[in-house]
Antibody, heavy 123, light 107 residues
Framework: EVQLVESGGGLVQPGRSLRLSCAASGFTFDAYAIHWVRQGPGKGLEWVSGISWNSGTVVYAGSVKGRFTIYRDNAKNSVFLEMTSLRPEDTALYYC????????????????WGQGTLVTVSS | SYILTQPPSVSVAPGKTASITCGGDNIGGKSVHWYQQRPGQPPLLVIYFDRNRPSGISERFSGSNSGDTATLTISRVEGEDEADYFCQVWDTGSDPLFGGGTSLAVL
């Protein structure tokens, strides 16, 4: 079964840092780009960041650029999202999702989605 | 930047047909994907590349895309179809974009 499992969420104060992890199984991990998508409480979906199969391409939404860093460890079938200078507006459920191919070419869909990990930024 | 517009809510009676729209400037020139999100669940892909159904998705789900509007159509609506639905495109080569979502109520 193709599966993505997120972890690392929690309650954090504004300005602090947090690292999210995404563990993949059931497919050839290094054949796919991986993304993070978040959903604020009661809100819609917002793409956050993506990384190609070999880490050669990394992309970020403008709202997190300069504060978040995505990276992957293909030997451990894992992707990570290092989040710094967190703000209350970063509060959301963070999903790890698989692209349709190894590169971030645009045009494709996201499938599957993990269950998400909740990040709450509050003092 | 590119904007996708979805109606906040759509209501339909069981057994009838629901149409959920996703508007954008010449969206017909883009590939549109649709996701269903039931309460407390992660999104699930129901339509890709405008009109294709993934394995395991009911044939009651169909899609179209032309001009400035893409449409997700659910025929013979059932109670289990009650969910939020999101459309998705790519704004540029590296910027995925989601519509605001439509809440489907089955009356």
């Amino acid at each position: 079964e193709v599966q993505l499992v997120e972890s690392g969420g929690g309650l954090v104060q504004p300005g602090r840092s947090l690292r999210l992890s995404c563990a993949a199984s059931g497919f050839t991990f290094d054949a796919y780009a991986i993304h993070w998508v978040r959903q604020g409480p009661g809100k819609g979906l917002e793409w956050v960041s993506g990384i190609s199969w070999n880490s050669g391409t990394v992309v970020y939404a403008g709202s997190v650029k300069g504060r978040f860093t995505i990276y992957r460890d293909n030997a451990k079938n894992s992707v990570f999202l290092e989040m710094t200078s967190l703000r209350p507006e970063d509060t959301a459920l963070y999903y790890c999702v698989r692209d349709i191919g190894e590169q971030i070419r645009g045009g494709g869909w996201f499938d599957p989605w993990g269950q998400g990990t909740l990040v709450t930024v509050s003092s | 930047s590119y904007i996708l517009t979805q109606p906040p809510s759509v209501s339909v009676a069981p057994g009838k047909t629901a149409s959920i729209t996703c508007g954008g400037d010449n969206i017909g020139g883009k590939s549109v994907h649709w996701y269903q999100q039931r309460p407390g669940q992660p999104p699930l892909l129901v339509i890709y590349f405008d009109r294709n159904r993934p394995s395991g998705i009911s044939e009651r789900f169909s899609g179209s895309n032309s001009g400035d509007t893409a449409t997700l159509t659910i025929s013979r609506v059932e109670g289990e179809d009650e969910a939020d639905y999101f459309c998705q495109v790519w704004d540029t080569g590296s910027d995925p974009l989601f519509g605001g979502g439509t809440s489907l109520a089955v009356l």
